[in-house]
């Protein structure tokens, strides 16, 4: 199980562009379809692409690049 997740939706074409940003910064994560979870849907529905490290209580909004994952990277071992 990886650290961060990135939350989005099939047919989302800025949660491509964010899976592919966040596959560049070299970064393990899984990816979560916001549209089967309903307390999901209510929290990101306009929001995603989100990538989050659930354990640090960490996310970053859309829109993001790698420099931006890089720092959120950091903070989480901080």
Do not use: N
Request: hydrophobic share 45%; aromatic share 8%.
């Amino acid at each position: 199980m990886a650290d961060f997740i990135l939350y989005g939706t099939e047919g989302c074409h800025l949660c491509e562009e964010a899976e592919e940003i966040v596959r560049l910064a070299g970064l393990s994560f899984d990816t979560q379809d916001i549209i089967d979870d309903q307390a999901l849907l209510q929290r990101y529905g306009i929001k995603i692409p989100v990538l989050a490290h659930p354990g640090r209580g960490l996310e970053l909004h859309w829109p993001f690049g790698p420099e931006q994952v890089l720092w959120l990277v950091a903070q989480t071992q901080a």
